[in-house]
């Protein structure tokens, strides 16, 4: 949903506008108060069970910390980004539907708490390689717990604070490759890629099984609160230039569509039912080429060098296909993998470059002079 530009009186409300240094006190204060807890939590946790935690496994500091940044991140990401639709610049978030907030809520902050636990669990069975053997004390082990807290807070705080489509798509980026390392590191069958990239989805594989599904669900999610950057970046895209011909609704919808099959295809793992795993995997496929080629009919004056990167993605999409098929140069994971990486690395390059034409629209001042003319683009 979009709505016009904020009119003069909700310019009213400037002065809650928060500056650079209050978000940066802010996250800083939250991240202090954070470290406090959690390391006087974690030290009277390992005190009380008598142990010398090891970095990572079970009963670790690693463990401690991974599930304490989940918590950290997800409530403090909710409740900075929450505040952040107090800013007049996100008055056209408080006139969405209710259902829509919660949900775009919901979405940026599980994925925000799942990649502080996949990056806590990474980074302490690390060290703990490096250190084989280490155990820590109990207060060595707290502090641990709080740095790694403090760390979490401080960066999710800022990232809710600051919402934008350029920090959106690097997020989607940051979720993706985080979800998918971790899920083909930690599967417990080392023989998952003989099948398929889904193989990594079904209970064979343990927790990665979990996180990868995870991973395609609230990446999915995370596409359909883009979609609603996208769109409106779009309309102020084409109202700053007065142009009428961007239908940015064809667009949202597609994109909203992509994330569902997305979704989808976490919901749905290969060995649960094959047949609707399928339907969600091709789906996304199909979706993509109809942005992909649809784009040039929708967003006629996009930048003529994007149109040249779309093509040459789309046939290098082919060329995947025909090493697969017939050539026989990869399996079929071979063949999802590029195509995955293929078909997300033109959508962040899509979510970048509109981004980027609105920042250049608004940095033009013969051409923002005359915005608020101008008609909405549909």
């Known amino acids: 949903m979009e709505v016009s530009p904020a009119s003069g009186n909700n310019h009213a409300a400037a002065p809650q506008r928060l500056s650079a240094v209050s978000i940066e006190s802010r996250a800083f204060a939250l991240a202090v108060l954070v470290m406090l807890l959690l390391t006087a939590g974690a030290f009277l946790f390992f005190l009380i069970r008598s142990q010398h935690p090891a970095l990572s496994g079970d009963g670790s500091v690693g463990q401690f910390a991974s599930l304490a940044v989940a918590v950290v991140g997800l409530g403090i990401f909710a409740m900075s980004y929450s505040r952040s639709f107090q800013r007049p610049e996100s008055a056209w978030l408080r006139q969405t539907a209710l259902a829509r907030r919660i949900l775009d809520i919901s979405a940026l902050s599980f994925t925000h708490a799942l990649i502080a636990f996949m990056l806590c669990q990474a980074v302490f ?11 820590l004390e109990p207060l060595a082990g707290g502090l641990f717990v709080g740095v ?8 999710v705080s800022l990232s809710g604070a600051r919402i934008t489509t350029y920090s959106l798509s690097n997020l989607l980026a940051a979720f993706l490759l985080t979800g998918a390392l971790t899920a083909m590191i930690t599967a417990d069958d080392p023989s998952w890629w003989r099948i398929n990239f889904s193989a990594l989805g079904t209970e064979t594989n343990g927790l990665a099984a979990y996180a990868f599904n995870a991973t395609l669900i609230f990446s999915g999610l995370v596409i359909t609160t883009l979609a609603s950057y996208m769109t409106r970046d779009l309309r102020r895209w084409a109202q700053f230039r007065k142009m009428e011909t961007v239908n940015a609704k064809a667009v949202q919808w597609t994109l909203i569509l992509l994330g569902g099959f997305l979704s989808g295809v976490g919901l749905v793992p290969v060995d649960a039912l094959q047949l609707l795993h399928n339907f969600f995997a091709t789906g996304m496929i199909f979706v993509f080429f109809a942005l992909a080629l649809g784009l040039h009919a929708w967003v006629p004056d996009f930048p003529r060098s994007f149109f ?3 093509y040459a993605l789309l046939a290098g999409i082919m060329v995947a296909v025909l090493l697969f098929w017939p050539l026989g140069y990869y399996n079929l994971t071979g063949l999802e993998l590029a195509v995955a990486a293929l078909i997300f690395g033109w959508l962040i390059l899509f979510i970048r470059n509109i981004a980027a034409l609105v920042e250049d629209a608004e940095e033009d001042p013969g051409v923002s002079a005359g915005h608020g003319r101008t008609k909405h683009a549909e």
């Open 125 to 135: 069975s690390l060290f703990q390689s490096a250190f084989s053997g280490l155990t």
């Open 148 to 155: 790694s807290g403090a760390a979490t807070a401080y960066t």
């Open 308 to 310: 040249l990167t779309t």
